[in-house]
């Protein structure tokens, strides 16, 4: 791209997708797939170099990869996955904060719809076990 202005935009914008992307991967409630895919777009049109550090790092990836050609989730990481939420949400109602009850009720319907959505997603069949 020849638009300098232009790519250092999209390099920050996928930087900062970036950021957000390797944060959801330890907090449940923020998305890692759906920042990654914004990254690896920003990359690609801003900066070659970056989509091809981007594409060849071994833990993000995958992630990319994997909705790419959906291949679904191990049972493994949908179990951590769903013990991340239920623990941050439990610990956010109870410890972080003094929510009123229709806070906590808001907490627990959004854990209960996004557990719904994990135990929806397909379970990745490879022959590595799970």
């Not at 449940?28 to 797939?33: A, G």
């Not at 050609?69 to 610990?91: Q, V």
């Not at 009720?105 to 069949?125: G, M, N, P, Y």
């Amino acid at each position: 791209m020849k638009n300098k202005p232009l790519r250092i935009i999209l390099l920050f914008c996928g930087s900062i997708s970036l950021a957000l992307g390797i944060i959801g991967i330890f907090l449940p409630l923020l998305p890692t797939t759906p920042f990654l895919l914004l990254t690896a777009y920003c990359y690609a049109k801003g900066s070659d170099k970056f989509y091809k550090k981007l594409i060849k790092n071994k833990w993000l990836f995958s992630y990319i990869n994997d909705y790419k050609e959906g291949k679904g989730i191990k049972t493994k990481i949908k179990i951590i996955t769903i013990l991340f939420l239920w623990f941050s949400i439990l610990l956010s109602i109870f410890y972080l904060t003094n929510p009123a009850i229709i806070v906590k009720v808001i907490f627990i319907i959004i854990a209960l719809l996004v557990t719904i959505h994990i135990l929806l997603i397909k379970k990745r069949q490879n022959k590595e076990t799970d």
